[in-house]
């Protein structure tokens, strides 16, 4: 890191120390991105078949990186996933969610090896979850969980249906997942389905298309990117030459901040004053105010139709002041592509 951008990053903090009261809020962390319009998507998360029993029951795993969540100890308090085209209340005879913090940066297909500390955070009976076609929809958990601020996390679902208890059957429920193209330089996610797949303890199926998942973090800022499809040249994808990208900051309504880029991520670098952890060089700073209502701020921007942008890499993270605190917040990062 520079002297000046070790320099620049606490004088920002000690100059917007203000007091604000406190109040909780919780802020959306989209891994790897926030657009509800790609195409690939998985019956196994979530979702059923109404004409096959095959996945009735399943087990499925994903891991975000460190470099994508806070980087100060944070209450994850639920996650949000998008239906593609079914909209409905689905009714699980069980549906169970456990997450664990991690050093790893890759998953197992032996499951329990991939929850060194597994926290149960959500176990229905006979309960239903609501999706809505092209909207994220809220699992809300009954226990929040504490993400230690310097690891990993292994998100995992169980799930099983009973269908006496549906009133009618759907046709295909599915969950998006990336793609157009795929993330394949992210850790991949595993999976199971069948009978007795709920507690099944290694994964059938590999996944370079993962679920995409917004966690519900409260009171600590983050940074998260949205780029919905663009089509072009008969292909379409995400974060395309010619297409367009949002950078949206959460931090409470009020909150001095600014929202620095670069083309890679750095070993998390503590910085006091702030809370948590830089782990984006702040050579460029792409945008700074105050949030407004709605706790955010964003800014948009179109990508050059140029092709020697190809296969390049941004990364994002910010800074906010919320409640007199500093924080930095995570990272995320996005590749372009053609």
């Not at 295909?172 to 996610?189: K, N």
């Not at 990508?303 to 890499?313: E, F, H, T």
Request: proline letters at 7%.
């Amino acid at each position: 890191m520079n002297h000046a951008s070790r320099a620049f990053l606490p004088a920002f903090a000690l100059a917007l120390l203000g007091a604000s009261a406190h109040a909780q809020n919780v802020y959306p962390l989209a891994y790897p991105q926030a657009t509800t319009t790609e195409s690939s998507g998985n019956i196994l998360p979530f979702g059923m078949l109404g004409s096959s029993t095959n996945f009735d029951e399943s087990r499925y795993q994903i891991l975000i990186p460190a470099t994508h969540l806070p980087t100060t100890s944070a209450a994850i308090v639920g996650l949000e996933v998008n239906s593609q085209v079914w909209t409905g209340t689905l009714v699980y005879a069980n549906y169970e969610i456990t997450l664990s913090n991690t050093t790893a940066t890759a998953l197992s297909s032996a499951f329990d090896t991939n929850l060194p500390a597994p926290t149960p955070v959500l176990a229905l009976q006979g309960a239903g979850l609501s999706f809505t076609s092209r909207q994220w929809a809220p699992v809300l958990f009954q226990t929040p969980f504490l993400h230690n601020g310097t690891g990993a996390l292994v998100i995992d679902l169980r799930k099983r249906i009973d269908r006496s208890l549906l009133s009618s059957l759907p046709g295909v429920v599915t969950m998006e997942t990336t793609g157009s193209p795929a993330r394949t330089d992210l850790p991949i996610g595993y999976g199971t389905a069948g009978a007795g797949a709920f507690n099944a303890t290694t994964a059938n199926f590999s996944y370079s298309s993962f679920l995409k998942v917004r966690l519900l973090v409260q009171d600590v800022p983050t940074v998260d990117l949205q780029s919905d499809v663009f089509t072009s040249n008969n292909t379409s994808g995400v974060f395309r030459i010619g297409g367009s990208a949002t950078v949206n900051l959460h931090s409470a309504s009020g909150s001095p901040y600014l929202v620095f880029a670069e083309s890679a991520f750095i070993p998390a670098a503590p910085l006091p004053p702030i809370q948590g952890s830089l782990v984006v060089l702040p050579l460029t700073i792409l945008f700074s105010g105050t949030t407004g209502a709605g706790d955010l701020a964003s800014f948009s921007a179109g990508i050059p139709n140029l092709s020697i942008l190809v296969g390049g890499r941004v990364t994002f993270q910010g800074v906010a002041v919320q409640n007199g605190v500093p924080f930095f917040t995570n990272g995320c990062d996005a590749i372009i592509n053609r």
